[in-house]
């Protein structure tokens, strides 16, 4: 199986940053895309930054110029640096992952517990 752990949440004042955290474990034989989603109570959840295993990124137009993603390989662990936070970016984000778990199996997305931003005076 494949774990993805978060960590990096917690509370912010506007204007401040956080730095969210991903690593995945497990069996794992190669990862193709990473990325980073948020979802607040009674709404759907929206992709907020991707980024493939060769580097390329798209991010959300809510936080373009605001947050970066960004993947170590070897460690197998995704970033995301939040800059200039906003009321608005309060949510849960989860980590996402692309994930062939073995050569003989198809590649399926993994998700991780979701973490907690709250961005509040």
């Known amino acids: 199986q494949v774990q993805l752990v978060e960590s990096g949440g917690g509370l912010v004042q506007p204007g401040g940053s956080l730095r969210l955290s991903c690593a995945a474990s497990?069996?794992?034989?190669?990862?193709?895309?990473m990325g980073w989603y948020r979802q607040v109570p009674g709404k759907q959840r929206d992709v907020v930054a991707t980024?493939?295993?060769?580097?390329?990124?798209y991010y959300a137009d809510s936080v373009k110029g605001r947050f970066t993603i960004s993947r170590d390989n070897a460690k197998n662990t995704v970033y995301l640096q939040m800059n200039a936070l906003k009321p608005e970016d309060t949510a849960v984000y989860y980590c996402?992952?692309?994930?062939?778990?073995?050569?003989?199996?198809?590649?399926?997305?993994?998700w991780g517990q979701g973490t907690l931003v709250t961005v509040s005076s």
């Open positions: 497990g069996s794992i034989f190669s990862i193709n895309a």
């Open positions: 980024i493939t295993s060769g580097g390329s990124t």
């Open positions: 996402n992952a692309i994930v062939r778990p073995t050569p003989a199996t198809m590649s399926r997305a993994f």
